[in-house]
């Protein structure tokens, strides 16, 4: 259940008032009784960044979608700020249509819930530049990179200009090279738009260096086992990756995972 009013939530049990994103004692139990996820108790700052890090099929995915409303909890309570309709998805493939150029892909949310409005045109031409596909408009997605297409999504997912951006794994089918380049860019992105992120991944070296929160789960049914603060000077740079804390950060995050998969874990 999607709760639209953090403000009507009891005192004492609900999120705090600074929360973006409030999940409480969040279950998924799919059909021939897959039990995916939970119970999960998790809060998302305003503002914050945070990676849900987990080993394959932990119900990561399946996380993210229950926050988005794609999905509907098994049993436990979802609470978004602001009603819970200013968010932007940004799926594992870019998903976009290949018969329509990079402007109207991006332009398609808009179209979709105001069709009339005046200013989609300039919108999406600002969203177009945030990414850096200015010059890409007229494109098609056939003649665009991996990467760039990821651009486009990312900027699809911001033409709405959400509170909060849902990432599942954006950049996993990249080279290493471009999703360090996307790295820095969605950083960029989110230190100038001051975005909510909730970035899924299972990579212990990227959820170090884009979050400020780490948040790991245990294997199937998804629970969270640990949480670490990535507390280090900002704005990241590209030398925070070769720096000793940096791998600190990482080490100590890898055997939390290790552990989780182990089973060893404890909250
Ligand atoms: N619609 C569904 N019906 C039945 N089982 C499902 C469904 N969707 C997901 N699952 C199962 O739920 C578990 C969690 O899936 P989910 O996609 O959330 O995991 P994940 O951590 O995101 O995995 P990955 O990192 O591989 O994408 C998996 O075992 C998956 O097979």
Sequence with gaps: ???????????GVGPRAGDAVSLKGVTKRYDRGVVAL?????????????????????????ALRIIAGLSEPTSGRVQLAGGGRSIGFVFQEPTLMPW???????????????????????????ALARVGLAEFAAAYPRQLSGGMKMRVSLARALVTDPDVLLMDEPFAALDEITRFHLNNDLLALWRGLRKTVIFVTHSVFESVYLSRRVVVMTPRPGRIC?????????????????SAEYAAYCREVSSALSRAVAGRARR
Excluded at 1 to 11: E, F, G, L, Q
Excluded at 44 to 57: A, E, I, N
Excluded at 227 to 242: K, L, N, Q, S, V
């Design 1 to 11: 259940m999607i709760d639209h009013a953090i403000a009507s939530y009891p005192s």
């Design 38 to 62: 939970g119970p999960v108790d998790f809060n998302v700052r305003k503002g914050d960044f945070v990676s849900l890090l987990g080993p394959s099929g932990c119900g990561k995915s399946t």
């Design 100 to 126: 329509a150029t990079v402007r109207d892909n991006v332009a398609l949310p808009l179209k979709l819930s105001r069709p009339r409005r005046a200013d989609i045109g300039d919108r999406v031409e600002v």
């Design 226 to 242: 640990a949480e670490y603060a990535i507390d280090t000077a900002e704005p990241r740079r590209e030398d925070f990756r070769t």
